[in-house]
């Protein structure tokens, strides 16, 4: 069982990287007497209240058998209460997994509209998931759509990118709820940021807060370029509340957990930081009437704080954030003339070949 604390504390403290961060192995590793996590893609984060357990996410499709193989290791109490964080597919997709529990199934009241949206859209999910994780799932096991047709999964769901047999939240709401297991108080509070189904969960009694993808040990993954509206701003708004109810130990859904008060609060302090001088700086520009050329040109992180351990930009990075930042602000045109109603591809590249 890896000691995580002492791996993300030394990571962070000394700002060096010397192992992987978001580390995909399906095993479990307690931080606690009662509170554990299972580091997968994405982690399960499972808490033993004494009457059931309590899971936040399911982690994705192809992982989900694994997680719940680890968890019921540890426990073989009932999971009483499933609670997503937002409905990505990493987080819902192993949920048939657990179904045998029959679990409260808590989430933001957006995630059911979400998971209308992938069957509305399924083929475009499987298309750009292909084009995201295709590339690297044989080696790493990360792709989160199409499921194999495992023991509990219909053969009929192998062209779905979730199964049909995805649990949907029946406990949901809409800007804070508060869940009593056992004698502890879980408080689920929304907030946009990656997604506009997001929750973050405090546990007063214990100073724990679930991060879900406000935290992913990675640039902020605010600008996906295949993916539908995010909200940096609002994000950064997310990470100043957790700050202010002073955590002791942070799980993200994604990466290593962080424990100290102090230093979760650099951690999402300099989190909230770069979103919102991002923010800032493409709306001063904007107002100027820049063009988004220019934009992506002219503003830019520093890159000592690209260098941090929780904010490289390996999986999303600032130029597609300004993208989103300009669409949410400012509609899909880039501002140039020549691309409002733009010729073909083929018939620009037939000119630019003549003119060769
Ligand atoms: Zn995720």
């Known amino acids: 069982m890896a000691d995580l604390i002492d791996i993300s504390t030394r990571i962070i403290d000394s700002g060096v990287v010397d192992q992987m961060v978001n580390r995909v192995t399906n095993e479990l590793s307690e931080l606690g007497d009662d509170l554990a996590i299972i580091e997968s893609f994405s982690h399960c984060v499972a808490f033993d209240s004494g009457d059931g357990v309590v899971c936040f996410d399911a982690s994705g499709v192809h992982t989900g058998e694994a997680v719940v193989a680890a968890l019921k290791k540890w426990r073989t109490d009932r999971v009483a209460n499933l609670v997503y964080t937002h409905g990505h597919a990493d987080h819902v997709g192993g949920s048939t997994y657990f179904a045998a529990d029959q679990p409260t199934v808590t989430g933001h009241r957006n ?59 029946t406990d949901t709401f809409d800007a804070d709820h508060t869940m009593t297991v056992g004698d502890t108080t879980i408080e689920l509070h929304h907030a946009r940021g990656e997604t506009d189904d997001h929750l973050w969960a405090w546990l007063p009694n214990r100073k724990w807060l679930m991060a879900g993808d406000f935290v992913i040990w990675n640039f902020p993954n605010a600008g996906n370029p295949q993916k539908v509206q995010r909200y940096p701003a609002e994000w950064a ?43 800032a700086d493409v ?20 890159a000592e704080t690209l260098a941090k351990p929780y904010l490289r930009p390996m999986y999303d990075e600032p130029e597609f954030v300004i993208r989103n930042i300009w669409r949410q602000y400012g509609g899909w045109w880039d501002g140039a003339a ?13 000119v630019i070949a003549e003119l060769a």
């Open 111 to 169: 995630v059911n509209t979400r998971l209308d949206r992938y069957d509305y859209t399924n083929n475009w999910n499987l298309i750009i998931n292909a084009r995201q994780f295709g590339g690297v799932s044989g080696q790493l096991n990360l792709s989160i759509g199409e499921a194999q047709g495992g023991a509990t999964i219909d053969i009929a769901d192998a062209r779905r990118f979730l199964p049909s047999t995805t649990l949907r939240p």
């Open 237 to 279: 708004a997310a990470l100043r509340s957790m700050i202010a109810v002073g955590p002791e130990l942070l799980v993200p859904a994604h990466g290593l957990p962080i424990a100290g008060r102090q230093r979760i609060a650099t951690v999402l302090g300099e989190i909230a930081d770069t979103l919102e001088t991002l923010v």
């Open 283 to 302: 709306i001063a520009l904007m107002n100027q009437g820049a063009s988004l050329d220019t934009i992506i040109h002219t503003v830019s992180v520093p």
């Open 338 to 350: 020549s691309r409002l109603k733009p010729s073909p591809d083929a018939q620009l590249a037939t």
